[in-house]
């Protein structure tokens, strides 16, 4: 387990003689599908080999033919990195998941994907919390509908990768805006959080693993810093819509037990609104995030 955010050749060290390798790639070249008989089947190398997939390959979804128990998941995701109780817990009802104290639980309905109208636009968790930055994120179906229940996930790196030459000139070195709670969702601004409502990022992140860039626009991003909010939207929206094509994205229907990992700086996420109305999905989540003052992670 990494302390601090590994190196492309540390992750590789760790690796080791690890063939792990993913049995298919999900869409596009995006996502790896990665099978095991149980998650504590795999070994230290494997591990590595599979941190450095999420890089690689943006997503890694883990199928186990034993489905997993809450405390080996919370296990699984701190032999990555140091899994931390999660930022947002306040508005999460279930959390902690009872004897796992860093596994929050989702339950999701029509009537909760109705409530909460952000989880179903696309987003990257953990941005925000200066001076802390987003990680790995993980999550895990422990009960899933008799229909729908999908997660969309959409790869900035490859949105990056699109642009023009002259969008990449533009959008390289600019800093956004961004609103800690949606502004589509009147709940979530009437709530009393703690921390400021808009904080500012850089509209590119860099992958210091893969060496590759990624575009991190959202539903939350507001204006570019030092434009009006008028004169930043036709460019935002143009942005956003290019970040979310369908070439660039991926659905996955869960099956109980999937677990699925990517990491917050270059994929993003959204909940579909295919949940019928007497069904419910149960998903469980583990998030690192990183000090960016010591360049470690967080417990």
């Given at each position: 387990m990494f302390k601090h955010d590994p190196t492309r050749a540390e992750?590789?060290?760790a690796a080791g003689g690890s063939d792990l390798a993913p049995v298919q790639l999900l869409a596009h070249g995006f996502g790896g599908l990665f099978l095991t008989d149980t998650l504590e089947a795999y070994s230290s190398g494997d591990i590595?080999?599979?941190h450095l997939a999420t890089q690689d390959y943006g997503a890694v979804?883990?199928?186990s033919r034993e489905v997993p128990s809450a405390r080996s998941f919370e296990s699984f995701g701190d032999r990555?990195?140091?899994m931390m109780q999660h930022?947002?817990?306040e508005g999460i009802p279930q959390y902690p998941l009872e004897g796992c104290s860093k596994i929050s639980v989702l339950l999701h309905n029509t009537a909760s994907l109705k409530a909460n109208a952000g989880a179903r636009l696309f987003h990257h968790d953990g941005w925000g919390h200066s001076p802390i930055d987003p990680g790995l994120s993980m999550l895990m179906a422990a009960a899933i509908p008799m229909s729908g229940g999908s997660t969309l996930i959409a790869d900035a790196r490859a949105a990056y990768d699109w642009l023009s030459p002259g969008l990449k000139n533009l959008v390289d070195h600019a800093t956004v805006v961004s609103r800690m709670a949606?502004?589509?969702v009147e709940a979530e601004k009437a709530e009393g959080r703690k921390r400021a409502d808009e904080f500012e990022?850089?509209?590119v992140c860099h992958n210091p693993v893969s060496g590759r860039k990624s575009l991190i626009i959202s539903d939350r991003t507001v204006c570019i810093k030092g434009w009006s909010r008028q004169d930043s939207a036709p460019l935002l929206n143009h942005l956003q819509q290019h970040a979310i094509q369908a070439q660039l994205c991926l659905r996955h229907m869960w099956q109980v037990g999937d677990v699925l990992i990517w990491d917050d700086r270059w994929v993003k996420h959204a909940g579909a609104s295919d949940v019928l109305e007497a069904s419910e999905r149960e998903l469980w989540?583990?998030?690192a995030s990183i000090n960016t003052q010591t360049g470690e992670f967080l417990k």
């Open positions: 992750l590789a060290a590595a080999r599979l979804l883990v199928r990555f990195v140091p930022l947002d817990r949606r502004e589509h990022h850089p509209l989540r583990l998030v």
